[in-house]
């Protein structure tokens, strides 16, 4: 079954603009994940996240967690038209055996 | 490295066959995952490996699904038979442990079953 829920389903903006897209989920996780898949393509990891950490930076990447709300955000600042693809968050349980579980993910449009 | 190689890349079918999809993770990972692809249900984890033995399999739809990771360097996914529901596309990943590092996915193998 699907754990995370992501928001918005679909986000189109203009080349150098910032996107965001958010994501929820139900119960105590180890760490969120966060991944890109280009159309006809297979997914390919972008950063990880701990649940005692609040915010990471990777490049243009800017991800944060609030385990209180249980929500995550992916921030891509100064996006380009090669950004364009869908993102999924993916959260992990150790605790049920280790488990990586997707969202439905958000596509993304960036309009040169 | 040449990533998580899959096989076939595509895959056309009709209903009743026997299907085999195949996989090769990545050199020194002792994890491997099976997911699934669809409009519908988004991804789904169908069975997840650790050092060649299979963990979870609570995914795997049915019966008719089974998988197998007789070497480190190898597994395979098969649809006996295959019925025109199974159309997905079918992911691959590996990984170097299961404690939720990053995990690396193939290319995917694309189910259409008629």
């Known amino acids: 079954s699907q754990q995370g829920e992501e928001d918005p389903q679909a986000l189109s903006i203009q080349e150098g603009e910032n996107a965001t897209m958010n994501c929820s989920y139900k119960t105590s996780i180890n760490n969120l994940q966060w991944y890109r898949q280009n159309s006809g393509r297979g997914l390919v990891h972008l950063i990880l996240?701990?649940?005692?950490?609040r915010e990471k930076h990777s490049g243009r990447l800017r991800v944060t967690l609030d385990t209180s709300k249980k929500s995550s955000s992916l921030l891509i600042t100064a996006s380009r038209a090669a950004d364009t693809a869908s993102y999924f968050c993916?959260?992990?349980?150790?605790?049920?055996?280790?488990?990586?579980?997707f969202g439905q993910g958000t596509e993304l449009s960036v309009k040169p | 490295d040449a990533g998580v190689i899959q096989s076939p890349r595509h895959e056309v079918t009709e209903m009743g066959q026997e299907v085999t999809l195949r996989c090769k993770p990545i050199s020194g990972h002792n994890s491997l995952f099976w997911y699934r692809q669809t409009m519908m249900r988004g991804l789904e984890l169908l069975i997840y490996?650790?050092?060649?033995?299979?963990?979870?399999d609570s995914g795997m739809p049915e019966d008719r699904f089974s998988a197998k990771m007789p070497n480190a360097s190898f597994s395979t996914l098969k649809i006996q038979p295959s019925e025109p529901r199974d159309s997905a596309v079918y992911f691959c990943?590996?990984?170097?442990?299961?404690?939720?590092?990053?995990?690396?996915f193939g290319s995917g193998t694309r189910l259409t079953v008629v």
């Open positions: 993916a959260t992990f349980y150790n605790n049920q055996g280790g488990k990586l579980i």
């Open positions: 490996f650790n050092n060649n033995v299979p963990i979870d």
């Open positions: 990943a590996s990984s170097l442990d299961r404690v939720g590092d990053g995990y690396t």
């Open positions: 996240i701990r649940s005692n950490e």
